[in-house]
């Protein structure tokens, strides 16, 4: 049993401690004393304060100060120690795509978090996972990461460790971050400066071993009626590591040909006419994924087949769907209808590349390289462990009811004391 | 003469006299000086002869000589009845003495100074009486010059048992020409100061001995609910805060009392309980000539 303000407690023990007072300076009735002379005595409130040697009303005493304390604990906020040795794990477990052998990694993280510990997958959100054993544990990770993101964000893992690190830190001296992740680039997004410098320690980091389509570059097959293609600029301009996939873009209607090549497994069939249009107003469509690719200009939307089974990987503004993927064979295919301006330099600008990137990526999406060695450091940091107790405290949000049955049993209390009290004044 | 327990504070006051404050009026022979001129041996003065005086009181030797007749006068001595008015009220019981054992205390007090005060009188061969007011009634003893009177007082006064809060004033109009009040001023201190006054203007004398416990001046220092004996009804409490006050308020009573008091020619005094009995006769019966030469 932990108190999340002890403070309380020595309220609790002050205001014990009048009442005890109070009931030995009680006003009270002072004995008599014959005295003739009583008539010069100052006319004032027939009961005077008296001190006593010993408490009176033992029976009142006795229910106020259990009323006290009950309310002293109730504010003191007890909780419950959970069960676990004195150093305790919370494993960040890296369950996207870009983890080669996620079985593996999960026994390994359930060997990490020992006793006590907690481990918590994450790719793009993040949640604990049950401890029940190992096996359990490999099956629910993989059964999660079936299709899922292609590389985990380290953001909501920091947030999801703080939330377990609160609540098995209590019972504990400190606590143990292990970060098992391949660190993909990307991982680290605005938020995750802020959120690691949250957690009072040092991060130990065990790097998995990624999945082979993050190491490579795309390789992007572009088949255009085109002479002087506006796309070919920014497929120039991908960053050199986005995965080792085929990538087919057609710039006219696909031919069963192009279909039947996207089945090969890694390959993704991008589907995009060349159709130009001059629009009068700047449209907004954003690139689903891990990194929303969100790109404003004058665009122009075109027809797109949605049919069952098409996921949704682009939306216009007003999630209008602007580009769709379908699974076919072990790769997809994939239809944007944003039409581009005519005239301007848009395709020569970041955001394009950034939306083009998107929608090139491997069908499970877009992995990323490894992080360099620079970042890893500044994620692991250095220094001690945390702090057990800073973290146990932290978690005002983790109330118990206990306090609710603390205030309820000192409101009974008190009612008995006033039912005893008009009793004993009757 | 058996008076029990006061034997030894009769031998305390054995041979001290009690003079009159002023010449008393004209009676059987006795002790105090006289306001009229008698036929005793001593010379004081003579005055013509009148009509109806006794012709053996004639200087003849005079009368031979210078052929007038004159009255041979001699300074006349009486006796001065003593009454004693002692009050029994129930203020008077304190401090309670449930043992029975203890000296001090009021009705302790007053029961001494009656019977020394009686015995002196007494010894002056002055009548001697007493009249105690209780709730039992008034006991009334005349006042006498026989032998065993103080006896007789003191048996009286152990027999009366102080209660209730019975009047003092209506006893001072019988009593005899030196009227001794003992009574602690908590009942009818108003009429009895008019009733002492009028005594005093008859020709009488008026003393006061006003009887203060020292418990009265210096209550307990513990809390306590003070209860006028009686009169229950006054029930105040008696703390720290309200102890300077009472102090203040009985000191003022006192005062008030003595000045008073004195202001109506009754001869006051004010007895401690904790005080020796013999020391305060001694005092009491002190004349006023000597008092204002013991001040300076």
Same mark, same amino acid.
């Given at each position: 049993?932990?108190?999340?303000a002890?403070?309380?407690?020595?309220f609790?023990?002050? $205001?014990?401690?009048?009442?005890?007072?109070?009931?030995?300076?009680?006003t009270?009735?002072?004995?008599?004393?014959?005295?003739?002379? $009583?008539?010069?005595?100052?006319v004032?409130?027939?009961?005077?304060?008296?001190?006593?040697?010993r408490?009176?009303?033992?029976?009142?005493?006795?229910?106020?100060?259990? !009323?006290?304390?009950?309310?002293?604990?109730?504010?003191?906020?007890?909780?419950?120690?959970?069960?676990?040795?004195r150093?305790?794990?919370?494993?960040l477990?890296?369950v996207? $795509?870009?983890?080669?052998?996620?079985?593996?990694?999960?026994?390994?993280?359930r060997?990490l978090?020992?006793?006590?510990?907690?481990?918590?997958?994450?790719?793009t959100a993040?949640?604990?996972?049950?401890?029940?054993?190992v096996?359990s544990?490999?099956?629910?990770?993989?059964?999660?990461t079936?299709?899922?993101?292609?590389? %985990?964000?380290?953001s909501?893992a920091f947030?999801?460790?703080?939330?377990?690190?609160? +609540?098995?830190?209590?019972?504990?001296?400190s606590?143990?971050?292990?970060?098992?992740?391949?660190?993909a680039?990307?991982?680290?997004?605005?938020?995750?400066?802020?959120?690691?410098?949250?957690?009072?320690?040092?991060?130990?980091?065990e +790097?998995?071993?990624a999945a082979?389509?993050t *190491?490579?570059?795309?390789r992007v097959?572009v088949?255009?009626?085109?002479?002087?293609?506006?796309?070919?600029?920014?497929?120039d301009?991908?960053?050199?590591?986005?995965?080792?996939?085929?990538?087919?873009l057609v710039?006219? !209607?696909a031919?069963? /040909?192009?279909?039947?090549?996207?089945? *090969?497994?890694? +390959?993704?069939?991008?589907v995009?006419?060349?159709r130009?249009?001059?629009?009068?107003?700047?449209?907004?469509?954003?690139?689903? %994924?891990?990194?929303?690719?969100?790109?404003?200009?004058?665009?122009?939307?075109?027809?797109?087949?949605?049919?069952?089974?098409?996921?949704v990987?682009a939306?216009?503004?007003d999630?209008?769907?602007?580009?769709?993927?379908?699974?076919?064979?072990?790769?997809?295919?994939?239809?944007?209808?944003?039409?581009?301006?005519?005239?301007?330099?848009?395709?020569?600008?970041?955001?394009?590349?950034h939306?083009?990137e998107?929608?090139?990526?491997?069908?499970?999406?877009?992995?990323?390289?490894?992080?360099?060695?620079? /970042?890893?450091?500044?994620i692991?940091?250095?220094?001690?462990?945390?702090?057990?107790?800073?973290?146990?405290?932290?978690?005002?949000?983790?109330a118990?009811?206990?306090?609710?049955?603390?205030?309820?049993?000192?409101?009974?209390?008190?009612?008995?004391?006033?039912?005893?009290?008009?009793?004993?004044?009757? | 003469?058996?008076?029990g327990?006061?034997?030894?504070?009769?031998?305390?006051?054995?041979?001290?006299?009690?003079?009159?404050?002023?010449?008393?009026?004209?009676?059987?022979?006795?002790?105090?000086?006289?306001?009229?001129?008698?036929?005793?041996?001593?010379?004081?003065?003579?005055?013509?002869?009148?009509?109806?005086?006794?012709?053996?009181?004639?200087?003849?030797?005079?009368?031979?000589?210078?052929?007038?007749?004159?009255?041979?006068?001699?300074?006349?001595?009486a006796?001065?009845?003593?009454?004693?008015?002692?009050? #029994?009220?129930a203020?008077?019981?304190f401090?309670?003495?449930?043992?029975?054992?203890?000296?001090?205390?009021?009705?302790?007090?007053?029961?001494?100074?009656?019977?020394?005060?009686?015995?002196?009188?007494?010894?002056?061969?002055?009548?001697?009486?007493?009249?105690v007011?209780s709730a039992?009634?008034?006991?009334?003893? =005349?006042?006498?010059?026989?032998?065993?009177?103080?006896?007789?007082?003191?048996?009286t006064?152990?027999?009366? #048992?102080?209660?209730?809060s019975a009047?003092?004033?209506?006893?001072?109009?019988?009593?005899?020409?030196?009227?001794?009040?003992?009574?602690?001023?908590?009942?009818?201190?108003?009429?009895l100061r &008019? &009733?002492?006054?009028?005594?005093? #203007?008859?020709?009488?004398e008026?003393?006061?001995?006003?009887?203060?416990?020292?418990?009265?001046?210096?209550p307990?220092?513990?809390?306590?609910?003070?209860?006028?004996? =009686?009169?229950?009804?006054?029930?105040?409490?008696?703390?720290?805060?309200?102890?300077?006050e009472?102090?203040?308020?009985f000191?003022?009573?006192?005062?008030?009392?003595?000045?008073?008091?004195?202001?109506?020619?009754?001869?006051?005094?004010?007895?401690?309980?904790?005080?020796?009995?013999e020391?305060?006769?001694?005092r009491?019966?002190?004349?006023?000539?000597?008092?204002? =030469?013991?001040?300076?």
């Open positions: 049993m932990s108190f999340l002890p403070l309380a407690l020595a609790g023990a002050v $205001a014990a401690a009048a009442v005890v007072a109070l009931h030995l300076l009680t009270r009735r002072p004995p008599p004393l014959l005295l003739p002379t $009583a008539r010069f005595v100052p004032s409130e027939a009961r005077a304060v008296a001190r006593a040697s408490p009176t009303d033992l029976l009142l005493l006795l229910l106020r100060l259990l !009323a006290v304390l009950l309310v002293a604990a109730a504010f003191a906020r007890p909780v419950r120690d959970a069960v676990g040795p150093v305790r794990t919370v494993v477990l890296d996207s $795509a870009s983890v080669a052998d996620r079985a593996a990694a999960a026994a390994r993280a060997e978090s020992g006793v006590g510990g907690a481990v918590i997958g994450f790719d993040a949640r604990e996972w049950p401890l029940d054993s096996a544990l490999a099956a629910a990770v993989t059964a999660s079936t299709g899922g993101p292609a590389r %985990g964000a380290l909501p947030v999801a460790a703080r939330t377990a690190a609160a +609540r098995i830190a209590r019972g504990a001296d606590l143990r971050l292990v970060l098992l992740s391949p660190l680039e990307g991982a680290v997004d605005a938020a995750t400066p802020a959120l690691r410098a949250g957690w009072p320690g040092r991060v130990e980091i +790097r998995l071993v082979p389509d *190491a490579g570059a795309p097959q088949v255009t009626p085109l002479d002087d293609d506006p796309i070919a600029p920014a497929l301009r991908l960053p050199a590591a986005r995965g080792a996939h085929l990538v087919r710039r006219a !209607a031919t069963a /040909s192009d279909s039947a090549w996207a089945r *090969a497994p890694g +390959r993704v069939l991008l995009w006419p060349a130009f249009t001059q629009p009068v107003a700047a449209e907004g469509v954003s690139a689903l %994924g891990p990194t929303p690719a969100p790109l404003v200009a004058p665009l122009a939307r075109l027809p797109i087949p949605l049919s069952d089974g098409a996921t990987i939306r216009w503004s999630a209008a769907p602007a580009a769709i993927q379908v699974t076919a064979g072990a790769g997809c295919i994939r239809t944007v209808g944003v039409g581009l301006p005519l005239a301007g330099d848009l395709t020569l600008r970041a955001p394009f590349t939306f083009v998107a929608l090139v990526a491997p069908c499970a999406g877009i992995r990323g390289a490894a992080m360099p060695d620079s /970042s890893v450091r500044w692991a940091g250095t220094g001690p462990l945390a702090g057990a107790r800073a973290l146990a405290a932290d978690a005002a949000h983790d118990t009811t206990l306090p609710a049955w603390l205030l309820a049993a000192a409101l009974t209390l008190l009612a008995v004391e006033l039912l005893v009290r008009r009793r004993s004044a009757a | 003469m058996p008076v327990p006061y034997g030894a504070l009769l031998d305390a006051v054995r041979g001290v006299r009690w003079p009159a404050r002023r010449p008393v009026p004209g009676g059987a022979p006795g002790a105090h000086q006289s306001r009229t001129r008698g036929v005793a041996p001593e010379f004081a003065e003579y005055r013509p002869y009148r009509q109806g005086d006794d012709p053996r009181r004639i200087d003849w030797k005079l009368l031979g000589r210078s052929d007038r007749a004159f009255i041979r006068l001699a300074p006349d001595h006796i001065l009845g003593t009454t004693f008015v002692v009050d #029994a009220s203020s008077m019981d401090p309670r003495d449930s043992a029975g054992t203890a000296p001090a205390g009021k009705w302790s007090l007053a029961k001494r100074l009656t019977i020394a005060l009686a015995a002196i009188a007494h010894g002056s061969a002055d009548p001697v009486g007493v009249i007011a039992a009634g008034v006991r009334r003893l =005349e006042p006498r010059t026989r032998r065993g009177v103080v006896a007789e007082i003191a048996r006064l152990d027999a009366a #048992a102080p209660g209730g009047p003092l004033a209506p006893l001072i109009a019988s009593s005899s020409a030196r009227c001794v009040v003992l009574t602690d001023c908590l009942g009818d201190v108003d009429a &008019a &009733a002492l006054a009028r005594h005093r #203007a008859r020709g009488g008026s003393h006061l001995l006003h009887l203060i416990a020292r418990a009265e001046l210096e307990p220092a513990a809390p306590a609910m003070a209860t006028d004996p =009686e009169d229950a009804s006054c029930e105040r409490p008696l703390v720290e805060a309200t102890r300077e009472y102090a203040i308020r000191a003022a009573f006192r005062a008030e009392v003595a000045r008073t008091m004195r202001a109506d020619g009754v001869t006051y005094h004010e007895v401690l309980d904790d005080t020796a009995p020391v305060l006769v001694r009491i019966v002190r004349p006023p000539g000597a008092l204002a =030469e013991a001040a300076r």
